[in-house]
């Protein structure tokens, strides 16, 4: 069964800490996808990547970064954690013109506080 | 600009009901897909359907229908004969085709169905 794996299903951090959230699939898609969830506004677009070391900035990039270095793995860097950055990160993968044909991981629930 | 609204923040049925939830959109572009992706407690979203814009043939499978309307630019997901485990939240998406692969989500409308 084809996945995309979210390492944590939740996580508390701490306010300053950097905190790194992974993003593994494993059915060789191309692109990936980082949202944030948030009760009233939907899923919002983090950062996206079509490629190995490629990436691109969705709707609210700030405070956030994104690595992918490897095709299967992205990961999505917050580098100094804060309390407006509590909410449900979902991450998913898609082939090359799926067009939406989206699979998600489970999402992991970060709380800064 | 590109954006989907989805108007019904939150709707309760009992079960056995039918229920529709809406979906409108804008785009300026002439090629465009539409989805509809559901999201059960667990919390993972499960794409449920694609429509291009160039197909305006409603669609059925089994219990659920879509009904697209160009004219309207509304994308409406309807559930006949609701049951307990459609309770969930649904999300309307929009991608253009000059955008590649990215998609753009409506706030949802969670729904609960009432046994």
Request: net charge negative.
């Given at each position: 069964d084809v996945k995309v794996t979210q390492s944590s299903r939740y996580l508390v951090k701490r306010t300053g800490e950097k905190v790194f959230l992974e993003c593994v699939q494993d059915m060789d898609h191309e692109n990936?996808?980082?949202y944030r969830q948030d009760p009233g506004l939907g899923l919002r677009l983090i950062y996206f990547s079509y490629d190995v070391k490629m990436k691109e900035k969705g709707d609210i990039p700030e405070g956030y970064s994104v690595s992918r270095e490897k095709k299967?793995?992205?990961?999505?860097?917050?580098?100094?954690?804060?309390?407006?950055?509590?909410?449900?990160?979902?991450?998913?993968?898609?082939?090359?013109?799926?067009?939406?044909?989206y699979t998600f991981g489970s999402g992991t629930r970060l709380t800064v506080v | 600009a590109q954006k989907v609204t989805q108007a019904q923040t939150e709707?309760?049925?009992?079960?056995?009901?039918?229920?529709t939830l809406d979906c409108v959109y804008e785009t300026r572009d002439t090629t465009y897909y539409l989805f509809w992706y559901k999201q059960p407690p667990s919390g993972e979203l499960v794409f449920l359907i694609?429509?291009?814009?160039?197909?305006?043939q409603n669609e059925i499978s089994g219990r659920y229908s879509w009904n697209f309307q160009k004219s309207t630019s509304s994308f409406n997901f309807t559930i006949t004969a609701s049951q307990v485990?459609?309770?969930?939240?649904?999300?309307?998406?929009l991608s253009e085709a000059n955008r590649d692969?990215?998609?753009?989500?409506?706030?949802?409308?969670?729904l609960h169905i009432l046994p």
């Open positions: 990936m996808f980082w299967e793995r992205f990961s999505l860097i917050l580098e100094s954690a804060s309390t407006n950055q509590t909410s449900m990160y979902l991450c998913a993968s898609s082939l090359s013109q799926a067009r939406g044909g | 709707i309760s049925v009992v079960e056995k009901e039918d229920v694609r429509r291009n814009s160039f197909d305006e485990v459609d309770s969930a939240v649904y999300f309307c998406a692969d990215k998609i753009i989500f409506g706030k949802g409308t969670r």
